[in-house]
């Protein structure tokens, strides 16, 4: 019921996209983050989706896991969809009842924030589909490094990242274990309004943090009698190194990024008119 | 030089307002290199604060622990001691700090800073030596609790240890993941490390060199199987003797003569054969 979070959303398939450099496969999903925000032109998205076929093509995913992240949010962008629809006031009046119209340019909008979301979405799952959690957070730390010279703990934030990590599927398991403990000496967790629920998980939650406390104290320990020391000496087994995947995928995302800068600032919507004539 | 010290070692915590629990009171003992030695006795003898004396992890109250001539006080020395003396604690979950496999194994030696190329041998060398290599790259949370304390011995093993102090670290496992563990236990052993085992399992004791029994923080008893089984003392200390020690007990007082004590399943077969013939 739970998937090993040490994997997570992590679909295997050996690519050169998963071998590729954490470090730069985030950097490189900040950049498509950021680049994103600047398309405003039909142009501009079919750029960004051909890109991102392209990755899923070269990653080996199977289109339906990328689909399946947009699955979780459908809701938002549906429901974003519905408001900005029938509250961007502008252009030409298409249709309207009573106080309610909807507007050419609140088309246009609309269809625009959905294409932006759900490719927003496909983008950052490529890293997780691609990349482990574990992964992930070697390259934060590594990407966030420079801050230790302005004071921030690095490295004791990686290491509350990746204990975290390494812990939340040992409390799922002792959560169902607590749960059905409690449900054999009678507690009932799906009868009663939302506060009785929440009321009912009292019981599971107080000996959930309790043996938490106990956990940490024996990790705590643990870790002692293995030398941890959060000092400048400690040496990392795994080394992250840029190959040349990662200098052609940074290629390519930066010339997707100056596409989407050119299309913006320099045609703004030339290729609009161009490609969709008057529809847009 | 015996490789472990303890003389005359107490240990008291406090529990409250001015209250403490005075967990060992004053025990002595050396072990030699290379022994395997259980340790036991009823819960609240004080055999798990006296495993923490071993590593540093707790500095007596009064007397001295010393491991290969260094004094656990010794603070600058912490990480020497601990370096030689690893500890394989009673939970597999709360001991694994890392996510996937090889990088739990290689979380000591990074922490001693040693160089990268031998981080990785040491890894390699370490699961190969548990049995574990194929499974380095998993994650640890699909293991089973023998799985788990095997990975737990290798992140001891790669620290390159002299001693290894086993805390009850097969209390929490079926059948078949304690004789997986006794089993890496022996073959260690056999290669010259010494082994502490905390166990208040009698058939796991009867298996080691010598045991030494505590009783209400105090050394009770230390001596082969053999002779700590055969002494009265023992049934006061509050341990089940072996189910084969036992019955061969029940048998001489119906009238059996065993030649010597019986703390396996084979001498209680060869002590009965020889009273048939």
């Known amino acids: 019921m739970f998937k090993d979070v040490a994997f997570g959303q992590y679909y295997p398939t050996g690519s050169v996209v998963h071998r590729m450099d954490p470090r730069m496969k985030l950097l490189l999903t900040i950049m498509f983050v950021v680049a994103i925000f600047f398309v405003n032109t039909y142009f501009g998205f079919m750029i960004t989706a051909a890109v991102l076929l392209a990755i899923i093509l070269i990653a080996r995913l199977p289109m339906l896991s990328v689909l399946k992240s947009v699955r979780a949010i459908v809701f938002i962008v549906l429901f974003a969809s519905l408001v900005n629809l029938f509250m961007i006031k502008g252009g030409e009046v298409l249709w309207s009842w009573k106080s309610l119209q909807i507007t050419d340019q609140g088309v246009h909008t609309t269809i625009k924030m959905a294409l932006r979301l759900v490719l927003l979405i496909c983008g950052a799952s490529l890293l997780t589909l691609t990349t482990t959690p574990v992964e992930v957070a070697d390259g934060t730390e590594s990407l966030i490094k420079p801050l230790k010279y302005i004071k921030v703990p690095v490295h004791d934030i990686a290491m509350i990242m990746s204990i975290a990590l390494r812990f939340i599927p040992t409390l799922f398991e002792e959560t169902n274990k607590i749960i059905a403990a409690q449900k054999a000496r009678g507690a009932s967790f799906d009868t009663g309004g939302l506060i009785a629920r929440a009321k009912a998980m009292l019981p599971v939650l107080i000996p959930l943090f309790v043996n938490s406390f106990r956990r940490a104290d024996e990790l705590a320990f643990a870790m002692d009698a293995r030398c ?53 | 030089m015996p490789q472990i010290e303890l003389n005359n070692a107490s240990y008291s915590y406090r529990v409250g307002e001015g209250q403490t629990v005075r967990a060992l009171r004053g025990v002595s003992f050396s072990v030699e290199k290379g022994e395997f030695v259980a340790l036991t006795g009823m819960n609240g003898s004080g055999k798990s604060t006296l495993a923490k004396l071993l590593n540093g992890l707790f500095t007596p109250s009064a007397g001295d622990v010393l491991i290969e001539g260094i004094n656990t006080r010794d603070e600058e020395r912490t990480f020497d001691i601990r370096r030689k003396a690893g500890m394989v604690f009673q939970n597999p979950d709360n001991q694994m700090v890392a996510t996937v496999i090889e990088d739990d194994v290689a979380f000591g030696p990074e922490n001693v800073g040693i160089p990268r190329e031998e981080i990785v041998e040491r890894v390699d060398w370490a699961l190969e030596a548990v049995g574990m290599s194929e499974f380095r790259k ?42 997986e563990i006794m089993e890496v236990a022996k073959k260690l ?34 001596g082969t199987p053999k002779e700590v089984f055969a002494s009265p003392e023992v049934e006061a200390c509050g341990l089940a003797l072996p189910p084969a020690t036992e019955l061969a007990r029940m048998l001489t007082e119906r009238g059996f003569a065993f030649s010597e004590t019986v703390t396996d399943e084979d001498g209680l077969v060869e002590g009965i054969c020889a009273q048939l013939n």
Do not use: W
């Open chain 2, 138 to 179: 998993r994650s640890a949370s699909k293991l089973s609790g023998g799985q788990k304390q095997r990975v737990a011995i290798a992140g001891v093993l790669a620290m390159k240890p002299d001693i290894i102090i086993f805390d009850e670290s097969t209390s929490m496992l079926d059948p078949e993941g304690r004789a």
């Open chain 2, 189 to 222: 052993n056999a290669t010259g490390i010494t082994v502490i085992s905390i166990t208040h399992n009698m058939d796991e004791a009867a298996q080691a060199d010598r045991i030494i029994v505590l009783r209400k923080g105090r050394l009770v008893l230390d």
């Open chain 1, 228 to 280: 941890y020391n959060a000092t400048e000496n400690r040496t990392k087994m795994k080394v992250m190194k840029l190959g040349a995947a990662d200098y052609v995928g940074f290629l390519l995302i930066a010339a997707y990024f100056v596409a989407i800068m050119l299309d913006r600032y320099y045609f703004g919507g030339v290729m609009d008119s161009l490609i969709f004539g008057g529809l847009v």
